[in-house]
């Protein structure tokens, strides 16, 4: 009897010194802490998440293939650098050399991994030489610059059709193809040339007008934006900020002359106001480069006003 109360006795004491000497190492774990083998000292981990779109995908850590696949987070990593790649069958692997640090959490929550054999699809059904496209109508159009013929077709290349030819008097390469905010005209410029036509009939027509191209052999065209009176075009040259009538064939309006011949323009189509940098000789005799701003609103009547002006003069 004495003995078994003995044995208990020791058994009791043996556990106690198990438990507290366990203590420290049950606390550190608990807490976020790991053993490191190359310090021997309990240190403070990190930790990494991972999101991937799609999911699924199978996670390395230093070449070790881990037990789940994303979204996963991977606790209680030792300070240190790492090598983490990512993989899924048919798709390009994503890979990355990470940095942990104790007590931060590294996030990767917007991995897109991209098929390694995308959906492509060719959307021409007659040779092109440039292509614009028009989200905001659904468009895709396609210049052939050796006939000169333009096409358009749905963004998936369906209805795929010959929508006008461009005059061989265009002859450079255009640079950009843009559509009226009435949505019934285009125009496509090069550095000399503004070509506009007409996508529907205008007026009691039956018929589409045919293409205008207008000729500045003296100036190069570095931009040009519709008003949004669809009717109006305000060209950015080497020289000057011009506004052009489309229909009546006449002279373009000289709006601001400019210093710069490359000068960075933006136009606000919403409010038709015009963004531009200058060069500008200050009192020091130095040089500045200023940020303007035109405004040509309907709501000030500002070209009308400035086509009237030019008319009486030319009367």
């Known amino acids: 009897m004495l ?26 774990f608990s807490l976020g802490y790991k053993f490191d083998p190359r310090t021997f000292k309990f240190t403070k981990t990190g930790i990494v998440s991972l999101k991937t779109q799609p999911q699924g995908a199978d996670v390395y850590l230093d070449g070790r293939l881990l037990d789940q696949k994303t ?3 991977i606790n209680e990593l030792l300070p240190g650098s790492y090598n983490l790649r990512v993989e899924l069958k048919h798709y390009y692997p994503w890979s990355s050399q990470i940095n942990v640090q104790p007590r931060k959490v590294i996030r990767f929550e917007k991995i897109i991994l991209f098929p ?4 492509i699809e060719q959307l021409n059904q007659d040779k ?49 193809l843009k559509i009226s905010p009435d949505r019934q005209k285009m125009l496509i410029f090069n550095a000399h040339q503004i070509c506009t036509l007409y996508l529907k009939p205008q007026g009691n027509l039956s018929y589409v007008q045919a293409p205008v191209v207008y000729n500045f052999p003296k100036k190069q065209i570095n931009n040009v934006f519709w008003h949004s009176d669809s009717y109006h075009l305000i060209l950015a040259t080497d020289t000057n900020i011009e506004a052009l009538e489309i229909e009546s064939r006449s002279d373009p309006v000289a709006l601001v002359s400019l210093n710069n011949k490359m000068a960075d323009i933006f136009y606000d189509t919403d409010k038709d106001t015009l ?14 480069e200023n940020v303007y701003k035109l405004e040509l609103n309907n709501e000030n009547n500002i070209l ?12």
């Open 3 to 28: 003995s078994e109360q003995k044995i208990r006795a020791v058994l009791f004491y043996l556990s106690l010194a198990v438990f507290f000497s366990g203590l420290p190492l049950i606390l550190s």
């Open 71 to 73: 979204p996963l987070t």
């Open 116 to 119: 390694s054999r995308p959906n």
């Open 128 to 176: 092109v030489s440039y292509f614009w496209l028009d989200k905001a109508g659904g468009r895709v159009y396609y210049f052939n610059q050796n006939d000169n013929i333009l096409y358009k077709s749905n963004l998936n290349g369906d209805r795929f059709e010959e929508i006008g030819s461009i005059p061989a008097e265009f002859s450079a390469l255009p640079r950009e």
């Open 275 to 288: 963004y531009f940098m200058d060069s500008q000789k200050g009192v020091d005799e130095a040089i500045y």
């Open 304 to 315: 009308n006003e400035l086509m009237g002006i030019r008319k009486n003069v030319e009367e």
